[in-house]
């Protein structure tokens, strides 16, 4: 697949920061070490777009970048700050999830879905599933990939994707993705010019 164009757009530390809801967004969700800005730099094809760290838990504020795929509408993938296992204070963590339970329940027009990433080797825990569950109430859509697939054997992989979808209650099976090899990006895409094209009734 030919490379979107990608740029960054915004960050917001609190909601008064938020940009105009003018662009269909995703959103991205995972744990702090799960390989966020990895994956979407892999996406969109822009090394460096997003920045990663070696320290878990550096975003800490959500980050807006405007996508413009070679076929479909323009879109947003917005950046959650990484949740569990980020070093930095309990009391800084608690303080996150206002920030981004305000995002998720203010955006409504704009918000087509939430990718939630989970490590491929450690399975979907109860972080998930309470995620998938305030996910589910707010009525937005939800799509779990397994990132780092490339870390598992090929005879690994598809056992690995059915049980985080038995762990996680899911309807279908995870998306297996690797930022280092590219593994599922094509499927991701769509799921994602899928959910773009749509209003955010359906």
Do not use: H
């Given at each position: 697949?030919?490379?979107?164009?990608?740029?960054?757009?915004?960050?917001?530390?609190?909601?008064?920061?938020?940009?105009?809801?003018?662009?269909?967004?995703?959103?991205?969700?995972?744990?702090?070490?799960?390989?966020?800005?990895?994956?979407?730099?892999?996406?969109?094809?822009?090394?460096?777009?997003?920045?990663?760290?070696?320290?878990?838990?550096?975003?800490?504020?959500?980050?807006?970048?405007?996508?413009?795929?070679?076929?479909?509408?323009?879109?947003?993938?917005?950046?959650?700050?990484?949740?569990?296992?980020?070093?930095?204070?309990?009391?800084?963590?608690?303080?996150?999830?206002?920030?981004?339970?305000?995002?998720?329940?203010?955006?409504?027009?704009?918000?087509r879905a939430v990718v939630l990433l989970?490590?491929?080797?450690?399975?979907?825990?109860?972080?998930?599933?309470?995620?998938?569950?305030?996910?589910?109430?707010?009525?937005?859509?939800?799509?779990?990939?397994?990132?780092?697939?490339?870390?598992?054997?090929k005879a690994q992989r598809r056992p690995?994707?059915?049980?985080?979808?038995?762990?996680?209650?899911?309807?279908?099976?995870?998306?297996?993705?690797?930022?280092?090899?590219?593994?599922?990006?094509?499927?991701?895409?769509?799921?994602?010019?899928?959910?773009?094209?749509?209003?955010?009734?359906e």
């Amino acid at each position: 697949m030919k490379a979107p164009r990608a740029e960054f757009l915004t960050s917001a530390s609190d909601p008064g920061g938020f940009p105009r809801p003018e662009l269909p967004e995703i959103a991205i969700a995972g744990r702090s070490n799960v390989g966020k800005s990895s994956l979407i730099n892999m996406l969109v094809g822009v090394p460096g777009l997003a920045r990663t760290s070696r320290t878990p838990g550096r975003t800490r504020l959500l980050n807006w970048f405007r996508v413009e795929p070679v076929k479909g509408p323009a879109l947003a993938l917005v950046d959650l700050p990484g949740y569990g296992f980020a070093k930095v204070s309990r009391d800084l963590r608690e303080a996150w999830r206002p920030l981004v339970e305000a995002y998720l329940t203010g955006r409504r027009e704009a918000l087509r879905a939430v990718v939630l990433l989970v490590d491929a080797r450690r399975g979907g825990e109860d972080e998930e599933r309470e995620l998938i569950e305030y996910l589910a109430e707010q009525e937005v859509p939800v799509q779990v990939v397994l990132t780092k697939s490339d870390k598992l054997g090929k005879a690994q992989r598809r056992p690995a994707a059915a049980a985080v979808r038995r762990q996680l209650g899911l309807a279908r099976d995870p998306i297996l993705c690797s930022a280092s090899t590219a593994e599922g990006m094509d499927l991701l895409w769509r799921f994602l010019l899928d959910r773009a094209a749509r209003p955010r009734s359906e």
